[in-house]
């Protein structure tokens, strides 16, 4: 079998495609030297509202701070407690600490990787400020039982759906659901930037107001200073890209969705799946948007055969080695090993394959062939 280059992701073969469009977007702020904010970031804003079904967007400098400027604006005071995953990205742990609050792990299930909710139920406080459900790798958080355990509890859900821009859930898009939704437009995600960018979607319109002061220094009257907030905008330039890319995104999201059901056919074809567990792409009502297509192998050939696969022209990625309760830095909080016994085994057992739009069959075939022969099958 001759060898094929297999990148985790391509960058630019999406660039190429849009190219002709992203260019003029590009002058055209440049010719306006309008850099901060302004007319370009406002229509922006409206466009992300419109496609996540909310009445406001509000944009900042990157996922991490609309996180940060959610909990802040949501009221998260020292002392408080937040409820999230510890199978994430560190930015949603980072984020709780850094407005003051104390995160609070609990347990993922093993199929969706998303928040176990008798384990959330089990962990409210009457310190608990709020619940950070991920939106892990694209796909939604059953959100509806959630929705009723914070209201009645009366504790907001801010939703990390960094890596879920176009989820759904019974038809309705992630960061619709809860008080704010935190999203990160990283070169990574599904809606990626030219650098580093991130928004919160809202249908409150008071605490649209207040993300739109502490993203400049609390400011709502030019030089009138009403809290301490921070200097987190996203810059026009990223939001000229970001609309351009915006109006290609469902077609993309489909393309995943595709590349997942077609690796599913060939671990099916190849007779790997007693070996190769593949990702769940959840109930009916829900449309997972794969950011991520995540497999899981027993512990001991996850890393030979990431090799393998490297050896081989394949790019893989490990997402997430050290689960957060065992990360150096939230050492403080005093989390042992064997808490979250499910974090920790999807930590040992998961490797992120190629999946990004414009991946070709070929490529998938060649993927799977090269799994196959790891394991010794035809
Ligand atoms: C990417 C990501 C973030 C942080 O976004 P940045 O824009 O990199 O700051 C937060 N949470 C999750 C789940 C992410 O994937």
Redesign the pocket.
């Known amino acids: 079998m001759s060898q094929l280059k297999v990148p985790l992701l391509d960058l630019k073969a999406q660039f190429a495609a849009i190219e002709q469009e992203v260019w003029p977007a590009l002058e055209r702020v440049v010719r306006s030297q309008q850099f901060i904010l302004g007319d370009e970031v406002a229509a922006f804003e409206r466009e992300v509202a419109e496609y996540c079904g909310t009445q406001e967007a509000v944009g900042c400098a ?4 609309a ?1 940060l400027l959610s909990l802040v604006a949501c009221g998260t005071e020292p002392g408080d407690e937040v409820i999230t995953s510890p199978y ?2 560190f ?2 742990a980072g984020s709780i600490v850094r407005a003051g609050a104390r995160p609070v792990f609990v347990d993922i299930e093993p199929d969706s990787y998303n928040l176990n909710l008798d384990a959330v139920a089990a962990a409210i406080t009457a310190k608990t400020r709020a619940i950070i459900p ?1 939106h ?1 790798f694209g796909r939604p958080v059953e959100i509806g039982p959630l929705l009723d355990l914070a209201a009645r509890h009366g504790i907001d859900i801010i939703e ?1 759906a ?2 879920a821009i176009g989820a759904e859930w019974h038809g309705k898009r992630a960061g619709s659901f809860g008080t704010a939704g935190c999203f ?3 070169p990574s ?1 599904n809606l990626g930037a030219f650098g ?1 960018g ?1 928004a919160v979607t809202t249908s409150d319109v008071d605490l649209a107001k207040r993300l739109r002061a502490l993203r400049v220094h609390g400011m709502e009257r030019r030089y009138h200073h009403r809290w301490i907030g921070w200097n987190s905008r996203l810059d026009a330039i990223q939001a000229a890209v970001l609309r351009v890319k915006l109006r290609h995104l469902d077609r993309w999201s489909e393309a995943r969705r595709r590349n997942a059901q077609q690796y599913r056919e060939l671990f099916h074809e190849h007779g790997l799946t007693d070996l190769v567990r593949l990702p769940d792409p959840g109930p009916a009502h829900v449309r997972h948007v794969f950011n991520q297509f995540v497999i899981r192998v027993p512990a001991e050939h996850r890393d030979p055969l990431r090799k393998h696969l490297r050896n081989h022209g394949v790019g893989t990625e490990v997402y997430y080695p050290v689960p957060l309760h065992l990360q150096e830095a939230l050492a403080f909080l005093g989390y042992r090993e064997g808490a979250f016994p499910e974090a920790e085994r999807a930590a040992r057992e998961t490797i992120a394959l190629p999946v990004y739009p414009e991946l070709t069959r070929d490529q998938q075939a060649y993927v799977v062939q090269t799994i196959a022969d790891y394991f010794g099958r035809r």
């Open positions: 990157s996922g991490t701070d996180l994430t990205f930015a949603t991920v892990l990390d960094c890596q990160s437009f990283f995600k580093d991130g």
